[in-house]
């Protein structure tokens, strides 16, 4: 049965939410059954890196969205199966993901992505840019 490392992942949850970091992403990982903080940085591509044929971990990462007017920073929970994890611990994945919801609790939308090519940065914004809000950008067209 999977655990979480509540304090250690709360901790670096609230420094991607907190406004005076510079922190825009946090990973979780599994050490063993366990869930635990896997890193989390300042830059996306780091994160990026992080997400291998070989891995399996839930990523918590700040988008600065909007535009000259109006910038605002919006949340996404990115739950990445690599092609080669296997099929238990792929189903596994959202049992788990459940237990990574009890302290990510804030966020715009959710990804499950297992190829590199959605982790792009410039998709997950539109997407979260879809997800809410105004759009002033078409005034400027």
């Known amino acids: 049965m999977t655990t979480i490392d509540k304090e250690a992942c709360r901790e670096a949850y609230n420094e991607v939410r ?25 830059d996306y591509d780091d ?9 399996r971990l839930f990523g918590f990462v700040r988008v600065t969205t909007g535009d000259a007017m109006s910038k605002r920073a919006k949340f996404t929970l990115i739950t990445w199966i690599g092609e080669n994890i296997g099929g238990l611990q792929r189903a596994k994945i959202s049992t788990d993901k ?19 090519r959605e ?3 410039d998709c997950i914004r539109e997407e979260l840019k879809k997800a809410g809000g105004a759009n002033y950008d078409a005034q400027t067209e």
Do not use: H, R
Request: glycine share 6%; proline share 2%; with cysteine.
């Open 18 to 42: 907190d406004d005076n970091t510079d922190t825009m992403w946090a990973a979780f990982t599994y050490d063993g059954s366990k869930i635990v903080p896997a890193g989390q940085g300042t």
């Open 47 to 55: 994160f990026k890196k992080m997400c291998t044929d070989d891995s």
């Open 98 to 116: 459940a237990k990574v919801k009890e302290i990510v609790q804030n966020f715009a939308k959710e990804f499950m992505l297992s190829d590199q």
């Open 119 to 121: 982790l792009d940065e």
